[in-house]
T-cell receptor
Framework: SQQGEEDPQALSIQEGENATMNCSYK?????LQWYRQNSGRGLVHLIL?????REKHSGRLRVTLDTSKKSSSLLITASRAADTASYFC???????????FGTGTRLTIIP | SAVISQKPSRDICQRGTSLTIQCQVD?????MFWYRQQPGQSLTLIAT?????????ESGFVIDKFPISRPNLTFSTLTVSNMSPEDSSIYLC????????????FGPGTRLTVL
């Protein structure tokens, strides 16, 4: 399987703390994306990082990419109850439009 | 971006029946994708649907079980045929709007339960 893996599988933190999730993948990629899914509904695109980028920011989100280690991390700062959701990384390879999703991290923010 | 709707949002079906799921996009898109998400699992791509051509299925998925239509650039359907309880999943469609970065926008999903 080409599916990536995420860790931890589940994470519970207090509101206001930072949350870090990690994603590892197996093949060379073109882009890596992070998505959020609330309660088994549709996915919301959060951020995309290209293979030639190492770090990207969007609001309270910070994504890093290490292509030598085939890994990425998503940091959510100053977490809020509304951040409670499942988070998935997804990769695509050069010349291939298909996305391969990671196993996901279920994040719970405790008020 | 794109706004995507799916019908039905959920359904409970009997074993052996078929269900057709509709996906409507508010803009014309070349590529549409259908995913399955089994309970507590990640997303698995079923097939890629391009307008004017046969859908391309991923390993483990076949046209007889999951026939797909793509009659125009804003609409697609996925049929889950001869259902069994193992087909109970969330089915999601997505689109690649700009075709450059492969950023995909997802519909809200169809939660299917097969009894």
């Amino acid at each position: 399987s080409q599916q990536g893996e995420e860790d931890p599988q589940a994470l519970s933190i207090q509101e206001g703390e930072n949350a870090t999730m990690n994603c590892s993948y197996k093949t060379s990629i073109n882009n890596l994306q992070w998505y959020r899914q609330n309660s088994g509904r549709g996915l919301v695109h959060l951020i995309l990082i290209r293979s030639n980028e190492r770090e990207k920011h969007s609001g309270r989100l910070r994504v890093t990419l290490d292509t030598s280690k085939k890994s990425s991390s998503l940091l959510i700062t100053a977490s809020r109850a509304a951040d409670t959701a499942s988070y998935f990384c997804a990769t695509d390879a050069k010349g291939n439009e298909k996305l391969t999703f990671g196993t996901g991290t279920r994040l719970t923010i405790i008020p | 971006s794109a706004v995507i709707s799916q019908k039905p949002s959920r359904d409970i079906c009997q074993r052996g029946t078929s269900l057709t799921i509709q996906c409507q996009v508010d803009s014309q898109v070349t590529m549409m994708f259908w995913y399955r998400q089994q309970p507590g699992q990640s997303l698995t791509l079923i097939a890629t649907a391009n307008q004017g051509s046969e859908a391309t299925y991923e390993s483990g998925f076949v046209i007889d079980k999951f026939p797909i239509s793509r009659p125009n650039l804003t609409f697609s359907t996925l049929t889950v045929s001869n259902m069994s309880p193992e087909d109970s999943s969330i089915y999601l469609c997505s689109v690649d709007v700009n075709g450059i970065s492969n950023e995909q926008f997802f519909g809200p999903g169809t939660r299917l339960t097969v009894l």
